[in-house]
């Protein structure tokens, strides 16, 4: 799975027995993190780029449990540690 894959507006949805959609792409931050649309109540979230599996009838299909995602997800892009 590539960033390159990844659209704006693409339906997100659990790659376990649930293929319900609980979140829509808002698009690519950076390499490696997926920018999630607004909730209800306003706010972003942030997934690992890691954890897409693959696309399926155009809707992009997590390696875990829609509640695992919820649990985890976070508010802010993940920062990157500079090498020097």
């Given at each position: 799975m590539t960033a390159a894959e990844?659209?704006?507006?693409?339906?997100v949805v659990c790659g376990m027995d649930d293929t319900a959609?609980?979140?829509?792409?808002d698009?690519?931050?950076?390499?490696d993190t997926i920018k999630l649309r607004r909730d209800e109540a306003g706010q972003?979230?942030?997934?690992?780029?890691?954890?897409?599996?693959?696309?399926?009838?155009?809707?992009?299909q997590v390696d875990r449990a829609a509640k695992d995602v919820m649990a985890a997800w976070t508010?802010?892009?993940?920062?990157?540690?500079?090498?020097?």
């Amino acid at each position: 799975m590539t960033a390159a894959e990844i659209t704006p507006g693409m339906p997100v949805v659990c790659g376990m027995d649930d293929t319900a959609q609980f979140a829509t792409v808002d698009h690519m931050e950076g390499s490696d993190t997926i920018k999630l649309r607004r909730d209800e109540a306003g706010q972003h979230h942030y997934i690992p780029l890691s954890w897409a599996k693959r696309i399926v009838d155009g809707k992009l299909q997590v390696d875990r449990a829609a509640k695992d995602v919820m649990a985890a997800w976070t508010t802010e892009p993940a920062k990157t540690m500079a090498r020097g």
